[in-house]
């Protein structure tokens, strides 16, 4: 059986992960946020579109179109936000999509409210909306592409063997160690982020955390192989930046 691949923040360019999944024949492929695809995203993936799972990133719901593109794709049932999915090779699979937002939750101490959440979920955020500026009858539309605590604590109360995230983990320089306690919660083995469009050697602090913390570049792709004495990571392609930024 072929790989899981996990492909780092695409920016509207799909063309090199289709050809990575058929090279490989990949069981499945995760996109790891901030996709921003310029058709639905089943057509931008038809070629493999029964082997894609994604998350949102901050930037897939940057307007009505790049949202109707996502969410309103036959893809959209593939989201892994929030909920745990069994993958073909065996892998339980986990997702957090988007990012933390001062408007709703920033959990770091020198956030506005000390880090405290303004909502704790959806609902409750679309309901203290005044009604001319609810989108399409919720909160904002960029918000779909962030954080609330009610998602998190469901996470928290279910077991994976990897985490799928857009935010990085305690590790990496603006990462959040919020997300090392969900991943020890979860009892994951892996935690594979996006984002910051670099590929960080954390090595050194997989046995404290008690887990591997891996990024996946900008545009970059790696299968993660979680194996009985550990984790396994194989870069498939290497992310567009990532000589530049390997000392970030």
Not at 52 to 58: A, E, L, M, R, S
Not at 98 to 113: L, N
Not at 116 to 133: C, G, K
């Amino acid at each position: 059986m072929g790989p899981v691949l996990y492909c780092g923040d695409p920016h509207g360019s799909f063309a090199h992960i289709v050809e990575a999944a058929l090279r490989t024949d990949a069981c499945a492929v995760v996109l790891l946020g901030d996709m921003e695809p310029k058709r639905p995203l089943h057509e931008e993936l038809d070629q493999i579109r029964d082997r894609v799972w994604w998350i949102p990133g901050n930037h897939d719901a940057d307007s009505d179109e790049i949202w109707d593109h996502v969410w309103g794709s036959d893809l959209a049932d593939r989201n892994l936000h929030a909920r745990v999915v069994p993958l073909p090779d065996g892998t339980r699979l986990a997702g957090l999509g988007g990012v933390f937002r001062d408007a709703v939750w920033h959990p770091t101490p020198a956030a506005a409210r000390g880090g405290a959440p303004a909502f704790q979920s959806r609902a409750e955020h679309a309901a203290a909306m005044p009604p001319q500026d609810r989108w399409r009858g919720g909160h904002q539309c960029k918000h779909w592409g962030t954080i609330y605590p009610d998602e998190l604590n469901r996470l928290s109360e279910l077991q994976a063997d990897v985490l799928v995230t857009h935010e990085a983990s305690g590790y990496h320089p603006y990462g959040f160690e919020l997300l090392d306690a969900l991943a020890q919660s979860m009892d994951v083995k892996a935690l594979v982020h996006g984002h910051h469009h670099d590929r960080l050697d954390s090595r050194s602090r997989w046995a404290s955390q008690g887990f591997a913390s891996i990024g996946v570049g900008f545009r970059g792709i790696s299968a993660v192989f979680v194996e009985p004495d550990g984790v396994r990571i194989e870069v498939v392609r290497k992310g567009d930046l990532d000589d530049r930024r390997a000392g970030r």
